[in-house]
């Protein structure tokens, strides 16, 4: 046998082997998201990927071809290319009959080192290492070879793929079904946060996706207007006062009560009292008063969102544990959660966080914990504490 095609073996088996490998792993970790993207532009082999992997019972018959084919490749190795390759090899070692049994075991020696490390190296390590890294690439670029290899092998590929199924069976391991693919919001939360060093995701979309994720979850507590911050809107106001309380607060609702802030009977949107107050006549804030809901201070603030948006309302009072008021929230404070804080050119107040220097800034009391850290990357923490203010108090 030629030395010439005995390489040509080895080289066609490990490629074969390098193959399989780099195909099983850029198929699994490539996003199917992209190769969607791809394929809907047009890109052939985005779906012929997409079809090997589209359901898991293709990924089963996939990983099944992918097997058998680097199973194979490697007994091919052992079997018939070392031992080829070691009767090659004699010669090289000495003639002589005593020399003969000692020249076949270096060469066997020989060729399964290097074998081994041709296999290790060059069919395993060099491919996984491809395929981790470049999984869109490689997945596009080994489609065909693996679907040619599918073919081939059909019926070694469903008698594999068919006995490992059965003996899952009998061992009752249950798959786990399409939804097994779908992401947690822990895992879209951490994928998030792997973006953000790297660039591939900006800084402020990086805050709107955190923030986002963060709502599902946020109490309302932690996004209303402080009982302290509450301008409202006396019940037995007259037109005059509240002409000057319009003047001074610039609100575009108000939360109308009788006595203090715990008994509140509705809420006043600036434009109803604009075509009513005329300094000198009666005004009855009450009649006016539209209903206004009552929210307890523990509800999350995605609940408080969907209320808005069921009884077309923007603005809902916040009650604490005794039934008293703790605050009121809008919708304005609702997005600003996620998109941040929108002023118009009617807001003359300061910006909540303003970086002074490198080493110095400057901080409203009622700015959040969550914001300063994730402004300063710091990670600031307080006992029932959730503002600046709160934990300067406690400290």
Same mark, same amino acid.
């Given at each position: 046998? +030629? ?74 190795? *052992?079997?018939?290319?070392? &031992? ?6 004699? #010669? ?6 005593? +020399? ?22 060059? *069919?395993?390590?060099? #491919? ?61 939360? +951490? ?18 996706? %955190? ?32 002409? &000057?309380?319009?003047?001074?607060? +610039?609100?575009?609702?108000? #939360? ?18 604009? *075509?009513?107050?005329?300094? *000198?006549? #009666? ?16 509800? %999350?603030?995605? %609940? ?5 948006? &069921? ?47 490198? %080493? ?36």
């Amino acid at each position: 046998m +030629s030395w010439l095609f005995l390489a040509l073996v080895v080289a066609l088996l490990i490629f074969i082997n390098g193959v399989c490998v780099a195909a099983e792993l850029s198929l699994v970790g490539a996003r199917r998201s992209r190769l969607q993207s791809l394929a809907d532009g047009g890109n052939r082999s985005a779906g012929h990927v997409l079809a090997l992997t589209g359901s898991f019972r293709a990924l089963d018959r996939t990983m099944a071809t992918a097997q058998v084919g680097i199973t194979l490749s490697s007994l091919g190795l *052992g079997m018939y290319a070392e &031992e080829s390759l070691a009767q090659a090899l004699v #010669p090289l070692f000495g003639t002589s009959v005593m +020399s003969s049994v000692t020249a076949h075991g270096v060469a066997s020696t020989v060729t399964v080192v290097l074998l081994t490390y041709l296999h290790a190296v060059v *069919g395993e390590m060099i #491919p996984k290492t491809v395929a981790l890294h470049h999984p869109i690439r490689t997945a596009l670029l080994l489609q065909g070879p693996l679907r040619a290899i599918r073919t081939l092998l059909a019926p070694l590929v469903l008698l594999v793929d068919g006995a490992s199924a059965g003996i899952l069976r009998l061992l009752r391991v249950r798959t786990v079904g399409e939804r097994g693919r779908a992401h947690t919001l822990q895992e879209i939360q +951490s994928l998030v946060e792997e973006s953000a060093p790297t660039g591939t995701v900006a800084r402020r979309q990086t805050r709107m996706l %955190r923030n986002l994720l963060e709502f599902e979850d946020l109490p309302v507590r932690k996004v209303m207007v402080p009982r302290n911050s509450v301008v409202g809107l006396p019940v037995e106001a007259s037109a005059e006062e509240v002409l &000057e309380i319009l003047r001074k607060t +610039s609100h575009t609702r108000y #939360p109308v009560f009788e006595g203090d802030l715990d008994h509140i009977v509705g809420f006043l949107h600036v434009k109803q009292l604009l *075509g009513v107050l005329c300094p *000198g006549d #009666p005004i009855d804030l009450r009649a006016l008063a539209r209903p206004v809901p009552l929210v307890p201070e523990t509800a %999350r603030a995605r %609940r408080v969102l969907r209320r808005f948006r &069921e009884e077309r309302v923007h603005l809902a009072v916040i009650l604490d544990e005794h039934g008293g008021t703790a605050g009121v929230v809008t919708l304005q404070d609702l997005l600003a959660e996620i998109f941040g804080e929108v002023q118009d050119e009617f807001d003359a107040e300061e910006p909540s966080i303003r970086r002074l220097s490198q %080493r110095t800034a400057l901080l409203r009391g009622s700015v959040r914990l969550e914001e300063v850290n994730d402004e300063f990357g710091l990670n600031l923490a307080g006992r029932f504490v959730d503002t600046v203010a709160g934990l300067i108090l406690q400290e």
